[in-house]
C-alpha cells in the first residue's frame, strides 16, 4: 500500500514525456524550404565613409521568389536593425504585393540611425498561410558587399 502514491506519480512522469517525446518534431524549428517563399539573395551595405557622424545609413536588399503554383498574398518583410552590442535599435516593415506562381521582387529597405556607428540587420518574412493567418520565417543572414 505505502508503493501506491510512487506508482501514480511513476504514471504521470511516463505520460508526460511520452507526450513530449511525440511532440517534438512540432517543437522543431521549421525549415525555411517548407514555406512558399524562397529568399533568392539578401545583401546589405552600411555607408562607412561618413567618419565621425553621429549616425550610421545603410540599405538591405531582398530577392524574393514564389515557388509554388498559386499566388501568395499578404506579403510582408520585417528587419530589425541591432547595434554591435546586440541590442534592436530599429525596425523597419514593409509590405510587398502578391506573389504569383513563380514571380520575383525585389525589396529595398534604407536607414539611417542616429548615435550608433553601424547596425547589423535580421529579416523577417510574413505571408498569408491559411485565411488570414500569418505564417512567419526568418531570412538567412544577409551577406556584405
Known sequence: MKYQPIRKFLGVAFVLAFSVLLSYPTLAKDSISDHPIRILKARYQNDASRGGAASTRGNLTIWLQNQVDVTVDGVEIEVELYNDRNRKVETLRKKVEDLGPSEKKVVTFR???????SVK??????YNFRGNQKARFEGESPNWQ
Open 121 to 126: 540587420p535580421k529579416f523577417f518574412v510574413e
Open 111 to 117: 536607414w539611417d540611425v542616429i548615435a550608433e556607428t
